[in-house]
């Protein structure tokens, strides 16, 4: 499951983040809650609940089944990660957006990266990363704080993929929380159980990608530091 990273794909991906950058209008207000994340501490029941709810004679539910049996740690994980990542006080400092298909005044950076899976088709990789976030600051800067919480905010899309891949393949589970998650109208050409798949598969990049390198190479601030003839911040060591 590898992403082709040719020419035509780097300009529609380009094409695509400069399109969200154009599109989105800051507000001075505080974000509102993803859904999803003031529900992150119900997913370990509601994982549990989906596991005894199976009804493996349906062939598209079994596969829906091994998916989340074989992979339940890696969700288990992701939401640890958030947890740990992304608390109150970091969440409420990301700038947010005015309005975006009825999910108001939620972070920039959550729009950003659920804007990235869709118009990658749920796939992860550092160059499809890098150039994503170039191209839409083209258009509009992203600050530090955005940048460090994309990494947790891409789990927090992929989670929402994971949940509704699961309910709309099997009707007798529900979601655990209501609202957002708007965006995956968008991804009208991939099937439940491929999007539940891709969704794990992403959650798992995400954990081998170093995000450090990826701030590097994307942070203008961090471009700007290293433009310093001196070359005293090129000398530090963060290690």
Known sequence: MTYEFGD?????????????????????????????????????????????????SDVNTAKVAEWIFDNSYVLDRAVQK?????????????????SNTGN??????????????????IQVAMPILVNFIHAYQKEAPLDIAELWALPTLLRLACIELVISSVVSSVPDISSPYK??????STLTTIDEIDCLGRAFHCLAIIETISWRKFFQQVSLVEKQLLNDPANAYGKLDFD
């Open 8 to 56: 035509s794909n780097r300009s529609f991906i380009e094409i695509k983040a400069q399109e969200l950058a154009i599109n989105h209008v800051l507000s001075l207000r505080k974000p509102k809650p993803v859904p999803l994340f003031l529900a992150l501490p119900e997913i370990p029941e509601w994982l549990e609940h989906a596991k005894k709810s199976f009804n493996t």
């Open 82 to 98: 958030i947890e740990i990542d992304m608390p109150a006080d970091y969440y409420y400092l990301l700038p947010c957006v005015q």
């Open 104 to 121: 108001e005044y939620l972070p920039r950076a959550y729009h950003i990266a659920s804007g990235l899976l869709a118009a990658v088709g």
């Open 179 to 184: 609202g957002s998650g708007a965006w995956q």
